[in-house]
């Protein structure tokens, strides 16, 4: 008869991508780990915030920028600075894009074109500037917000 063997438990990636860093995997980033993973939105740190409420309550506003800054470092979310409003982490972290940002409801949506492209770095390294990242942000009226604009006339 052959000996039991036992497997160990499978890390998961945030706990490979923490130690990776000598970092501990505490109990609030494993719950805003999930909070981000589960939605394929952009959120800001208090839809975050919010959304902790129910399972770890008094959580604070900043453990939860401090954790979304930590996981933009470990490239799970990437950072969104719009014009206007909070600072936005895109969990569609697939490949790289651009965003749309409707001016009169808010919204925000995935563009699938490349925020920046070897072209633009180039021309970025013609002037001596060294660019790592790159974030394309248009603005205007999405689809519902014009429809509606056109029958309020």
Known sequence: MEPEVKSQPTRSGLDVLLHDRGLRNTPQRQLIYRIVTAHPQHLSAVDVQQQLEATMPGISLPTVYATLDLFAELGIVRKVALAD???????GQEHPHAHMVCRRCGRIFDLEIQPVDAADAA???DQGFAVDSGDLVLHGLCRECRAAGKQQK
């Open 123 to 125: 021309a970025a390294a």
């Open 85 to 91: 409003g909070p600072m936005l982490y895109d969990t």
